[in-house]
């Protein structure tokens, strides 16, 4: 892994700690700004890890949901 690769994944795990604190969805923008203020090749491998991270949420929400619907049919109760 490069040293820019491994900076912009420190930086995504970190940003996304705050923003599960704060609740601010939108907070990796803003921290893509100060970068991109600086170095465009950073922003874009820390952007890259948080596309990552997202699409990652999405599709593990996307498992819990199956599996709940599939439980649920399973044993013939309704869906909470």
């Known amino acids: ?3 820019t690769t491994e900076l912009a994944d420190k930086l ?3 940003t996304f700690k705050v923003m599960s604190l704060t ?3 939108r907070f990796f923008m803003e921290v893509a700004k100060v970068i991109g ?3 465009t090749t950073l922003e874009e491998a820390f952007l890259t ?3 990552v991270r997202l699409a990652e949420r999405r599709a593990r929400a996307f498992l819990v ?3 709940t619907a599939a439980k649920a049919a ?3 109760t ?3």
Do not use: T
């Open 1 to 3: 892994m490069s040293l």
């Open 12 to 14: 995504a795990e970190d």
């Open 23 to 25: 609740g601010d969805e």
């Open 37 to 39: 203020a600086s170095s």
């Open 49 to 51: 890890s948080i596309r």
């Open 65 to 67: 949901e199956r599996l």
């Open 74 to 76: 399973a044993s013939g």
């Open 78 to 80: 309704p869906e909470a």
